[in-house]
């Protein structure tokens, strides 16, 4: 595609529920990324990944979120159990091979009610 | 003391001045030093990109570093209305756990930036 895409745009869900997040990158990139963004803040890393594998996992907050990249291409994000203190925008990033420009997605805004 | 700062903001500046966002990092093994736009409910953009000290210029935007003071800038010259926007700095360190050598970005939350006419 011509850009990151990500999916759903928008996800509304209950406190306790379980919630995955898509990410699709630009062709060909070989890196991703997944940032949470919250009112006024900058970007905060949660995950990289270089290929299927996760490079970097060290910006993950705790054990109910967790992302895959079995492909090597699309991403999902999964968070379990979810709180409201998860609400947020979920950013996506791709780029070449890591040391390049990423190209963020539109993002997913998550509200945890 | 947090890794990027940024003062919040708002700056603003009539049409046609010049606006200077300026960021600063603490961590002296940063690598590369990124300006990023994000207009309200839009993700991050890239503007540009610095490596080296000194200036850097595009268009109308210039990037400054200074390694030994660990400040960078980001000035907008003949700044229009379109320009309104947040301005986000993000510094590259090297990835913890890569053998690969990439980089995480982390990001400062970003100065306000309003251009009134």
């Known amino acids: 595609g011509a850009g990151v895409s990500q999916t759903p745009s928008n996800k509304v869900t209950e406190k306790g529920k379980y919630v995955e997040l898509r990410c699709d990158p630009i062709?060909?990139?070989?890196?991703l990324y997944w940032y949470r963004q919250s009112l006024g803040q900058g970007p905060e890393f949660l995950i990289y990944?270089?290929?299927?594998?996760?490079?970097?996992d060290s910006g993950l907050p705790n054990d109910r979120f967790f992302a895959v990249r079995p492909e090597g291409s699309v991403s999902t994000l999964k968070i379990q159990r979810t709180e409201r203190g998860d609400s947020a925008v979920y950013l996506c990033?791709?780029?070449?091979?890591?040391?390049?420009?990423?190209?963020f997605g539109p993002g997913t805004r998550l509200l945890v009610l | 003391q947090k890794e990027v700062e940024q003062n919040s903001g708002p700056l603003s500046v009539p049409e046609g001045a010049i606006a200077s966002l300026n960021c600063t990092y603490s961590?002296?093994?940063?690598?590369?030093f990124f300006w990023y736009r994000q207009y309200s409910g839009k993700s991050p953009e890239l503007i540009m990109f610095?490596?080296?000290?000194g200036d850097k210029e595009d268009g109308r935007f210039t990037a400054q570093l200074n390694k030994a003071s660990q400040y960078v800038s980001l000035l907008i010259r003949d700044s229009q209305p379109s320009d309104s926007a947040t301005y986000l700095c993000?510094?590259?360190?090297?990835?913890?756990?890569?053998?690969?050598?990439?980089?995480?970005?982390?990001f400062g939350r970003g100065t306000s930036l309003i251009v009134h006419p």
């Open positions: 062709s060909g990139h070989t890196a």
């Open positions: 961590d002296r093994g940063s690598q590369s």
């Open positions: 610095i490596y080296s000290n």
């Open positions: 990944f270089q290929g299927t594998g996760a490079a970097d």
């Open positions: 990033a791709s780029s070449y091979r890591g040391r390049e420009t990423q190209y």
């Open positions: 993000a510094v590259n360190k090297p990835s913890f756990g890569s053998s690969g050598g990439s980089y995480i970005p982390t």
